[in-house]
């Protein structure tokens, strides 16, 4: 029997439906088809207020976040390209991650996390993704070998949310296999090397 795995995917913008949020869903739905369970936290449920060290995390749109994250197996962060970089919403989630530093897992130590980017435009698109890699090396998570940069002025997504460019679809879920594998891979070995004990 396969291992079952939580992936959390994290992102999108305040707009729900937002082609970051589509793309998001299309990874996570595709991850679900390969029998992970799936949570997407996106939208309103990333309205907190700006995370301050001295105070923690106290909204419960935080406190969720923080347990969704701490409770997953593999992650997909997903931002719109906000002036080259990755959005407020989405950055502002991410630091509150930090209240995780003492977790077991740290942040998002054993963990494999997709990134997706996008943007009106390459230049945006690839930056964005650089800078979601970046994060994700900080906060100790391991990148996808694929990370996806989407160009919104070529691909687009349908009103129901489905990809209507097929090379992006077939990235999106060539993302979800890597995160979804790598995650039951890791499972597998802490659950063989705890009952060797």
């Not at 299309?26 to 949570?39: I, T």
Request: with cysteine; glycine share 10%.
């Amino acid at each position: 029997m396969d291992q079952i795995v939580n992936v959390v995917g994290v992102g999108g913008s305040s707009r729900p439906g937002s082609t970051a949020e589509q793309a998001l869903r299309v990874v996570l739905d595709a991850a679900q088809r390969r029998g992970a369970a799936v949570q997407l936290i996106s939208g309103p449920a990333l309205a907190m207020p700006l995370y301050d060290p001295r105070h923690g995390a106290t909204a419960p749109q935080a406190r969720r976040l923080l347990a969704a994250v701490a409770g997953a197996d593999a992650l997909v962060l997903a931002s719109p390209a906000y002036h080259g970089g990755i959005s407020g919403l989405v950055k502002n989630a991410l630091d509150h991650v930090e209240e995780l530093s003492e977790d077991i897992r740290p942040y998002f130590s054993e963990r494999a996390v997709g990134c997706v980017a996008v943007a009106n435009g390459w230049q945006g698109a690839v930056s964005t993704l650089a800078a979601l890699r970046d994060v994700t090396h900080a906060l100790r998570g391991w990148p996808t070998p694929l990370g996806a940069a989407i160009n919104t002025s070529a691909a687009r997504f349908s009103p129901a949310g489905a990809c209507m460019d097929a090379h992006v679809q077939g990235q999106l879920e060539e993302m979800a296999a890597q995160v979804v594998e790598f995650a039951t891979m890791r499972a597998l070995a802490t659950s063989r090397a705890q009952s060797a004990r």
